[in-house]
């Protein structure tokens, strides 16, 4: 199997894992770097390659996944991740997992559902793509509280117009969970992963923490 890295995330990124792993996988000798801007997949040593008909995982970051994966496929890829699979992934609350009602909206249905929130103190919000998790108050939403309004439309603008909604369910913690937090990864993928804590580059679009506004 094949790893492709993306230029665009190489040449932007400085300490991240993405890093580790391409370095990893060029000792390997199963690097590939693909270019986004000139629809091309090259070696480690830079020489453009054919990949059709190889097996290639792509190693990227969130903004470029599916850029990446189109290129991949264009190229004749037999790629161990699809497009489908990640829609699959985003909509995992389809599978019937939980028991908790959770629902795919619009920016716009989540403030005319005012009937809905007004059962709960509080809902749980986050973007359908990777990006921004909140409880907020539903007064707050119900009201059409300008600064709630204006902090939705932000997130909106950022990581797209589809939101999760759900009813809020406080954690508890124990001696055992003082934080939680969840990570969505390939433990098979053959490539390193890294445990290192802290705030991570921009461009690499981890889940930013979960925010209040109540």
């Avoid at 990893?24 to 770097?33: E, F, H, P, Q």
């Avoid at 070696?43 to 097996?55: C, F, L, Q, W, Y």
């Avoid at 119900?142 to 009813?167: C, N, P, V, W």
């Avoid at 390939?186 to 580059?201: A, D, E, F, H, I």
Wanted: proline share 3%.
């Amino acid at each position: 199997m094949y790893y492709c890295f993306l230029k665009e995330d190489i040449e932007q990124l400085t300490y991240d894992p993405l890093i580790i792993q391409k370095e990893y996988a060029m000792r390997l000798g199963s690097l590939y770097v693909g270019s986004l801007e000139q629809q091309t997949i090259y070696d480690a040593s830079g020489t453009k390659v054919s990949i059709a008909d190889k097996r290639v995982l792509l190693r990227c970051t969130y903004d470029n996944m599916i850029a990446g994966i189109r290129l991949l496929s264009k190229q004749g890829a037999n790629l161990v991740e699809t497009e489908h699979d990640v829609e699959r992934i985003e909509s995992w609350y389809r599978l019937g997992l939980t028991r908790r009602s959770i629902q795919e909206v619009e920016l716009s249905e989540l403030m005319s559902a005012q009937n809905h929130l007004g059962v709960e103190d509080k809902i749980f919000l986050k973007s359908k793509r990777k990006g921004f998790s909140a409880i907020i108050g539903a007064a707050r939403i119900a009201q059409h509280d300008a600064e709630t309004i204006a902090f939705l439309e932000e997130q909106r603008r950022r990581y797209g117009s589809r939101m999760i909604l759900s009813k809020y369910i406080p954690i508890k913690n124990d001696s055992l969970s003082g934080k939680s937090g969840r990570r969505l990864g390939r433990s098979k993928s053959g490539l390193p992963t890294c445990s290192k804590r802290g705030k991570p580059p921009r461009s690499s679009r981890r889940n930013l923490p979960t925010l209040q506004i109540c």
